[in-house]
T-cell receptor, first 110, second 115 residues
Framework: GENVEQHPSTLSVQEGDSAVIKCTYS??????FPWYKQELGKRPQLIID?????GEKKDQRIAVTLNKTAKHFSLHITETQPEDSAVYFC?????????FGAGTTVTVRA | DVKVTQSSRYLVKRTGEKVFLECVQD?????MFWYRQDPGLGLRLIYF???????EKGDIPEGYSVSREKKERFSLILESASTNQTSMYLC??????????????FGSGTQLSVL
């Protein structure tokens, strides 16, 4: 499938600090980039997405930025809280399917 | 809310057994997917289907097959289970067309152990 590289694989932040996760992709035709959050023992759920005609999108404390020229997109979480601790997956949509990154385990320290 | 139901939360099987993982969705979604989730490897696509009786190989189809006889049901089959198929299996569905075409709704997952 199309390659999506995600970094870092683990991220530990102090409560209240920001967290940033970056992904790069290879298929320049991709036009949809979602982020999924998976809490421990639960199913992945969509938290935010961005399309190629937009450079940035925000939803309360989370935001996603997209650089189509460089083929990378990032998730930004501000004012982190304990409930932000989870595994986060980036993905790109390719025709009828999503290709996911390897995931980032985020731990928010109290 | 969309409901994607996987028949088993935990399964333990023996090497060489034929294994069926079942998934049912209740939102009349056209697209259905099977992923496996392994630590450090993320979610890897095994097979997907965009219509009844249609199936497409994903990134890691070897050792698996699928069946989609009805729109709401998508089954993953391990013809002869092997220990390297021990994993968490996630089913997902999405609607074709419209603004939510690409949004996947996941089931709770089936943790399969092959001994």
């Amino acid at each position: 499938g199309e390659n999506v590289e995600q970094h870092p694989s683990t991220l530990s932040v102090q409560e209240g600090d920001s967290a940033v996760i970056k992904c790069t992709y290879s298929d320049s035709a991709s036009n949809y980039f979602p982020w999924y959050k998976q809490e421990l023992g639960k199913r992945p759920q969509l938290i935010i997405d961005i399309r190629s005609n937009v450079g940035e999108k925000k939803d309360q404390r989370i935001a996603v930025t997209l650089n189509k020229t460089a083929k990378h997109f990032s998730l930004h979480i501000t004012e982190t809280q304990p409930e932000d601790s989870a595994v986060y997956f980036c993905a790109q949509w390719d025709d009828y399917k999503l290709s996911f990154g390897a995931g980032t385990t985020v731990t928010v320290r109290a | 809310d969309v409901k994607v139901t996987q028949s088993s939360r935990y399964l333990v099987k023996r090497t060489g057994e034929k294994v069926f993982l079942e998934c049912v969705q209740d939102m009349d979604h056209e697209n259905m997917f099977w992923y496996r989730q392994d630590p450090g490897l993320g979610l890897r696509l095994i097979y997907f289907s965009y219509d009844v009786k249609m199936k497409e190989k994903g990134d890691i189809p070897e050792g698996y097959s699928v069946s989609r006889e009805k729109k709401e049901r998508f089954s993953l089959i391990l013809e002869s289970a092997s220990t390297n198929q021990t994993s968490m299996y996630l089913c997902a569905s999405s609607s074709r067309g419209g603004a939510t075409n690409e949004k996947l709704f996941f089931g709770s997952g089936t943790q399969l152990s092959v001994l």
